[in-house]
């Protein structure tokens, strides 16, 4: 399995951008893709989680109503939509095969005593 982040770069304070989480390999019927952040000097953070089981959402308090993540089964992608951008949401932006979200997780492979899989970061920088 195999995860892609793309789409990062530099947005001033109240722009959009859009990242993208190309997966490859995985077969499983029934997956869980999550988005991650990790800021300087912070602790990587769990924003963002698709379930495939029943196509369900999910957001951290941090981005709900300014961040969305949608799937695109034929491409095999993972989008993560950031609207709204403020300098605190710079970052290194990571998907993966599991979500955590407030407290909540969800693992892909973690039922089969496997480790989840990361794709490397796209890097987001918010400044005027």
């Known amino acids: 399995v195999q995860l892609q982040a793309s789409g990062g770069g530099l947005v001033q304070p109240g722009g959009s951008l859009r990242l993208s989480c190309e997966v490859s390999?995985?077969?499983?019927?029934?997956?869980?893709i999550g988005w991650f952040r990790q800021g300087p000097g912070k602790e990587r953070e769990g924003i963002s989680c698709f379930s495939s089981s029943d196509e369900s959402t999910h957001y951290a308090y941090s981005v709900r109503d300014r961040f969305t993540i949608s799937r695109d089964g034929a491409k095999n992608t993972v989008y993560l939509q950031l609207n709204s951008l403020q300098p605190e949401d710079t970052a290194n932006y990571y998907c993966a095969t599991e979500c955590k979200i407030d407290g909540s997780s969800w693992s892909t492979f973690g039922y089969l005593g496997r480790m989840d899989y990361w794709g490397k970061g796209t890097q987001v920088t918010v400044s005027s």
């Open positions: 390999g995985l077969t499983e019927r029934y997956y869980n």
